[in-house]
């Protein structure tokens, strides 16, 4: 890796830390000054009053925010990221355990979007008014316009009525399909769009005058040229999968980080949220430096800008 | 001559009888009046939340209450359906003349699912850990009387004595919710003073013991949980075959209604967590004519929605808008909403008008003569315009003696459909007699702050209950109350008919004669009916859908419905397979 890699890679750390840390306080700060607190289920439990003080004084919660947040952050410098007071377990042990399972979950999203988005893509890029286009844009559109929720219902009931898919909690077809089938159909829109306008460009029209066979002009010279501006905005898609996986996890029963955030926000847990908001952040930081990194390496001009 | 004849021709009709019947189709409710329950296999059923620990005493939550109904047993437990106290751990008791203190003898043989005996020491150890104060148990209170915690002293191994600090109306059913857990395994972590950090979820099912039908094997979290027979289960049906049918019980965590709804429609569930929704009813009874599902009807809920108004003193809205603490107002608001409307079309027919808070889900305690206030808007408008309410501009909505419009909102929780829905049809209605209401949806711990520091007009909300005997929830009824809604936590009562309410339940809870109890209780639901501090519109009709391969269920309205009896369930058939 060149030297000019290296400090950037220093330098998007540094920020992506910066970055981490103030989405996960915030996010504390937040949670503790909405309205209502951690006893709201012991109280609804019908717990008597010395109890839910006691549980309230376990949680930190008769202590002032900036303590709260000092405890937290001296505790982050030990990767100590404070208890839950939904699951008495550690938050590191619970966010590292969910995450993985999202960070597995949106991996295998963002590939099966890929491998099915940007090929089909440079087909309909490359032959506008052909069967396939006639064919793949009318989905494409449908589902990029289609909200998740709904898309994810229909997937489950498609799974329920065929039998073709598990709904068991944990099998991973059918959240896979319902992150990655959108972001499939808005990589296919993007990459259909770059392949036509690079298609038209001097340097490939004379490519093409120089006898370049049609299919390498095509999934050589013009897709190399069209996946720039396609990867440019891998970073935002690796947001958008995160901020997808909420909806996704809680419907389709897979136990990720989006569900627990989800959880502790309605506990009003405060060191979980802000541990899910940690690990949110951390893998929106990481996607975008490895996005960028990605574009580097496809594009000399990015590297030398870096 | 002619009785070898008859004999033939008996032979004969009986061999064609038996062929005409061998012959027929598949009679499944015969066989199992035949042959019993079947037994093995394993019961799928799915739950919407996952459990916070395995410890029934620090968690007292739905999850956790599930679990420690599968994997615990009680000295005695209160027959969801009947209501009957039933012997469990304690096979009998008997109790003094003065009704305080109570004799257990305790079951001989009984041993957790480690194979440790189970004694009275397990007994008292379960106390001493539920009154712990470093263990600050939810459980607790419910296990006070005054606020006093039962003494127990072990009369010998088999023998436990517990006495009650008060006579107690409801007498042992308190029993129900305590699961007795062994003191070999947990001893060490309560003096130690880390009782309430053992047997968190991380804790491996091996290390777990319980006296239930059922024991952990495994827990996949955020996914299931699967339970396997307790070999060492010591029930027996009344055959005298080993308790529990079933092989093993898998709980699959599933936090979305459609989901559970999907799959189980799909058989591939036999339970779904909760009751039946109504949107869900229609669907659901075509599965069932299909064979594939069945729908019981467990009777009326016990949680209805409660709407109440905010009548503490000096409560911020009461200041600009006296109105609104006005009896008058509630009576009026009482008249105004159709409660058919909303069992029309928020229920879609699954639901019941209702009066008080009392439903007849609570069997005994349910006054059916109580006065009803049916629909009747000109009453309504009157009650409006005795309190200053009148339209004074014109435009058809009521303004107060200042001119200010008639106007409150109703605090409700968001993504609670059924209840949002009822809100706006109350606002609706309210809307024709000129009464303007803004609905506001919020997160339910919002919700309860603002309940909890007065800042609210109204609010629509439930609560849950474990037991039917009111006087299992003073915390209600009683002007001191953490859940008395329309003036929680008073000093001393603000009014004479809450004084006259705490009397008659501190009379209640204190007598053992179920008549008097019950004309107690009656007088007080007339009470709330004339003051009307709190108002009930409809309660749902509780739907319980289970897979068709399902037997032995006796479903129930409080939680958990059909789990309760786990160890008589069986199944017939694989999962998925038309019955």
Not at chain 1, 3 to 29: C, K, N
Not at chain 1, 295 to 302: G, S, T, Y
Not at chain 2, 147 to 160: C, F, G, I, N, S
Not at chain 2, 186 to 202: C, E, K, S, Y
């Amino acid at each position: 890796m060149s030297g000019q890699l290296w400090t950037f890679l220093i330098r998007r750390s540094v920020g992506a830390i910066f970055f981490v840390a103030i989405v996960s306080i915030a996010a504390l700060v937040l949670v503790r000054l909405a309205p209502g607190d951690a006893t709201t289920e012991l109280a609804l439990a019908h717990a008597d009053r010395a109890t839910i003080e006691a549980a309230r004084a376990r949680f930190g919660l008769d202590r002032p925010v900036l303590a709260q947040v000092g405890e937290w952050l001296i505790g982050l410098g030990r990767l100590d990221l404070g208890q839950s007071s939904l699951y008495s377990r550690p938050v590191a042990d619970l966010v590292l355990e969910r995450g993985l399972r999202t960070a597995y979950l949106g991996a295998l999203a963002l590939f099966v979007a890929t491998a099915i988005g940007l090929p089909l893509g440079v087909v309909t890029g490359s032959r506008p008014h052909g069967v396939a286009a006639a064919i793949v844009t009318p989905i494409s559109i449908a589902l990029v316009a289609c909200p998740p929720i709904v898309g994810v219902l229909a997937l489950l009931l498609l799974a329920a009525t065929t039998g073709w898919l598990s709904t068991a909690p944990g099998a991973v077809l059918v959240p896979t399909l319902a992150l990655s089938l959108p972001l499939a159909a808005t990589l296919e829109r993007l990459q259909s769009q770059a392949t036509a306008e690079t298609l038209a460009a001097p340097d490939v029209a004379a490519a093409a005058a120089r006898g370049v066979p049609p299919a390498r002009l095509v999934w050589i010279h013009a897709a190399r040229q069209s996946l720039r501006p396609v990867l440019g905005v891998y970073g935002i898609v690796i947001g958008t999968l995160f901020s997808g996986s909420l909806a996704v996890e809680t419907i389709t029963a897979w136990p990720g980080i989006g569900r627990l955030m989800y959880d502790a926000l309605v506990g009003r847990d405060l060191f979980l949220v802000a541990g899910c908001a940690l690990v949110g952040a951390v893998l929106i930081a990481l996607g975008n430096v490895i996005a960028d990194l990605i574009r580097a390496v496809a594009d000399p001009r990015i590297r030398e800008q870096l | 001559m002619k009785s070898t004849r008859l004999i033939g021709f008996v032979l004969a009709v009986a061999a064609i009888s038996g062929a005409v019947y061998l012959a027929g189709p598949n009679r499944p409710d015969n066989k199992i009046a035949l042959h019993g329950p079947n037994t093995g296999g394993r019961l799928v059923a799915l739950y919407s939340s996952e459990p916070k620990s395995f410890n029934r005493l620090v968690s007292p939550l739905g999850a956790e209450e599930l679990i420690a109904r599968l994997t615990h047993a009680t000295l005695i437990r209160v027959n969801r359906v009947s209501g009957e106290i039933e012997p469990r751990l304690a096979r009998e008791w008997s109790s003094s003349p003065d009704g305080l203190t109570w004799t257990f003898k305790l079951r001989d043989g009984v041993t957790f699912s480690d194979g440790v005996p189970f004694t009275s020491a397990d007994v008292l150890f379960t106390f001493a850990a539920l009154y712990d104060k470093r263990v600050a148990s939810p459980t607790a209170a419910g296990l006070t009387v005054n606020d006093q915690p039962l003494k127990l002293r072990a009369v010998d191994e088999r023998t436990v004595s517990i006495t009650f600090p008060a006579v107690y109306g409801p007498g042992i059913s308190m029993l129900d919710t305590l699961p007795i857990l062994p003191k070999h395994k947990l001893q060490p972590a309560l003096d130690a003073g880390t009782f309430r950090n053992a047997w968190g979820v991380t804790t491996p099912p091996a290390d777990l013991a319980g006296l239930g039908p059922f024991v952990l094997k495994k827990y996949a979290p955020g996914e299931r949980l699967l339970f396997e027979r307790n070999r060492k289960f010591w029930l027996r049906d009344e055959a005298g075959r080993p308790l529990p049918y079933l092989d093993e019980i898998q709980i699959d965590i599933v936090p979305e209604t459609n989901s559970e709804v999907l799959r189980l429609e799909s058989r591939s569930a036999d339970l779904i967590s909760d009751k039946v929704r109504p949107e869900d009813l229609a669907a659901l009874r075509k599965k069932e004519s299909d064979g594939d599902i069945r729908l019981v009807d467990a009777g009326i809920s016990t949680d209805p929605d409660v709407l109440w108004f905010n009548l503490a003193p000096g409560a911020p809205a009461a200041k600009t808008r006296p109105w609104l603490q006005q009896e008058a107002l509630r009576h009026a608001i009482s008249y105004a909403v159709n409660r058919q409307v909303i069992v029309d079309t928020v229920y879609l027919g699954a639901a019941v008008p209702i009066f008080g808070p009392i439903t007849p889900g609570y069997g005994e305690w349910y006054l059916p003569d109580l006065p009803r206030t049916t629909y009747d808007s000109a009453t309504a408008r009157t009650l409006l315009g005795s309190i200053g309410l009148t339209d004074r501009d014109g435009d058809g909505m009521l303004e107060d003696a200042s001119g200010k419009p008639a106007r409150f909102s109703i605090l409700t929780d968001k993504g609670h459909t059924l209840r949002e829905r009822t809100a706006a049809v109350i606002q609706q209605q309210l809307k024709a007699v000129g009464l303007g209401v803004d609905v506001i949806g919020t997160d339910p711990p919002t919700l309860f702050s603002r309940y909890q520091q007065g800042n609210y007009d109204a609010i629509l909300f439930y609560v849950t209950v474990d037991s039917t005997d009111p006087a299992r929830t003073p915390e209600i009824w009683m002007s001191s109350g953490a859940f008395h809604f329309w003036n929680p936590l008073q000093k001393t009562p603000a009014t004479a008919w809450e004084a006259s309410i705490d009397s008659l339940m501190q009379r209640h809870a204190t007598t053992l004669d179920g008549v008097e109890r019950r004309r107690l209780f009656a007088e007080v639901q007339r009470l709330l009916s004339a003051h009307l501090p709190f108002l009930h519109f409809t309660a749902p009709k509780v739907t319980i859908a289970m897979s068709a391969r399902l037997k032995g269920a006796t479903p129930a309205v409080l939680d958990p419905p059909v789990l309760w009896n786990a160890e008589v369930l069986s199944v017939s058939g694989p999962l998925g397979g038309r019955q």
